[in-house]
Structure formats: structure tokens, C-alpha cells
């Protein structure tokens, strides 16, 4: 949870192409994650030994948060999904486990302190603009290395998620495995062709902070999120209903991302 950590400093970054639209407007090209549809059973063990994670070769990995810069530490994830859950694998790399930190021993606790991953997803195209003042539209989920979990639902808060994770810790690495409960996440009146998505962590030993979509020095940006595809259901990505036309090309956020 970087925003609660006194890290100071924000470095401009721009990733990847650069899209113009009509009357000049430019935006960032938006980051895409896509779930792949597990063939068999997944159980939560956080070993990743099933075919599914295997074939999935965990193609996506982790930066510097604001810069993008090669991370010391090295973390890769993949996601999968079935008819009722969302999961995630993570291996995260660790040169120095002897220093990291499992302080935290119970769930709903600080446990973003320790070494830690977070998932974020916002269920909407929409990136909305945020700060510490605002209920933002997104679910955070929050794991340290021995598996105890924090998490909220900030678009309405006080709403319990039931997720569940299981970790599993080895000489250079741990590994964590997540289901997250689909009908959870699913937006009540959704028209969406993607949501959105950040995978975060925390390396003690480095103090390093690195995230998957590049950030602006807060965690908790969604305007920095990137996209998460590939839910499908009946050919159409869960919770999209029908095309929504284009009025204003240069100002719909439909086709900025924003």
C-alpha cells in the first residue's frame, strides 16, 4: 500500500506508443493482461503445478513502479480463470530471503508492510482520476509471504470479499496463488470491453517497490492501471453487453482509455 509509505519522489515516465487522436488529444497506450481459461481444476496450494499455470509460462512480470527500470528482484505472473473464479500465480524472486520481513500474522492487518504483493482491479474501461479524499472504483487485495490477506472493496466500502490464497516458500522465491470470486467483481449495471488491473509488490530487503503498470508514485491510481482481458463468456468478455457508439471520437473514453 505505497501510499502509505513515505516514498518520495515521482519520475515522469512514458511507456510504450503513443496513439493521436482526432483534434489532437494524446494518450498513453494502456498495458493488457489476458486471463487464459483453465482446462482443469485448479487447487490452491501455491505450488503452480497444475498444466494450466505451466502452459501459461507466466508471461508477465514486474518494473521499477514510476520508472519502468528492470526490477532487482524479479516477479512474474500469469492469470487464469474458470466459471467462478479469478486466479492469479506470482513467483516472486528473492536473492535475500533471510532479510525479508513476515511480521504480520493475522488477516485484515498491516500486511502491506511486509513483503508483499497487492492486486488491484477496477471492473470498468474507465481509468477514473483519484485521490486519498475520493472512494475509488476499484478492488484491492492485499497478501504478505506467509498468506494473511487485507482487502477492500473501495468502490463500496465495508464489502467483504471472500477470496482466498495460498502461498508456498522456497530458498530464492515464494510463490502465491489467488482466487478471487468472479460474481464479486462484476459491475452491477457493466457494459465493459475490458477492466482494469495492477499487480504490485513490496521486497524488503532491496526496500524495493515495483508494479506491472508503471505508476505515478501511488499504487492506487487507477488512471495508471492496465487492462485485463480475455474473460469470455459466450465469445464476449464478461459483463459486455453490446457496442456503444461513438459520438465524439476525440473525447470518448472508449477510445482514449481514459
Known amino acids: 500500500m505505497l501510499f502509505r509509505k513515505s516514498v518520495i519522489g515521482v519520475i515522469g515516465f512514458v511507456c510504450g506508443l503513443f496513439l493521436i487522436h482526432a483534434g489532437g488529444a494524446v494518450s498513453q497506450e494502456i498495458p493488457s493482461v489476458k486471463a487464459i481459461k483453465a482446462t482443469g481444476k485448479i487447487v490452491l ?9 505451466v502452459k501459461t509460462k507466466l508471461p ?43 511480521v504480520m500474522t493475522g488477516d485484515d492487518k498491516a500486511v502491506y508492510l511486509d513483503d508483499s504483493l497487492e492486486l488491484f482491479i477496477a471492473p470498468y474501461e474507465v481509468g477514473y482520476e483519484s485521490d486519498l479524499s475520493n472512494d475509488r472504483n476499484f478492488f484491492h487485495f492485499c497478501l504478505n509471504m ?50 482494469r488491473l ?32 480475455g474473460i469470455n463468456v459466450n465469445g464476449k468478455f464478461i459483463g459486455y453487453q453490446r457496442p456503444v ?4 471520437p476525440e473525447l470518448d473514453y472508449k477510445t482514449s482509455g481514459y
Not at 496450494?45 to 499455470?53: F, T
Not at 474458470?82 to 506470482?90: A, I, R
Not at 457508439?245 to 465524439?248: A, I, K, L, Q, W
Open 146 to 195: 506467509p498468506g494473511y490477506r487485507y482487502g477492500d472493496c473501495l468502490a463500496n466500502r465495508g464489502t467483504m470479499v471472500p477470496w482466498s490464497v495460498k502461498t508456498h516458500k522456497e530458498a530464492d522465491k515464494w510463490v502465491a496463488e489467488v482466487a478471487i470470486p468472479l460474481k464479486v467483481l462484476l459491475p452491477k449495471f457493466g457494459n465493459e470491453a475490458y477492466w
Open 245 to 248: 457508439p461513438v459520438v465524439h
Open 45 to 53: 496450494d501455491g505450488k503452480l503445478n497444475e498444466k494450466d499455470w
Open 60 to 102: 508477465y512480470s514486474l518494473s521499477h513502479y514510476t520508472s519502468g527500470a528492470p526490477a532487482k528482484e524479479k516477479t512474474e505472473f500469469a492469470v487464469l480463470y474458470d466459471s467462478e473464479n479469478l486466479y492469479f500465480g506470482v513467483i516472486c524472486h528473492e536473492s535475500r530471503m533471510e532479510k525479508t520481513v513476515s
Open 198 to 229: 495492477n499487480v504490485t509488490r513490496f521486497s524488503s530487503p532491496g526496500n524495493e517497490y515495483t508494479s506491472w503498470a508503471v505508476t505515478q508514485g501511488s499504487f492506487h491510481a487507477p488512471k495508471n492501471f492496465g487492462k485485463l482481458t
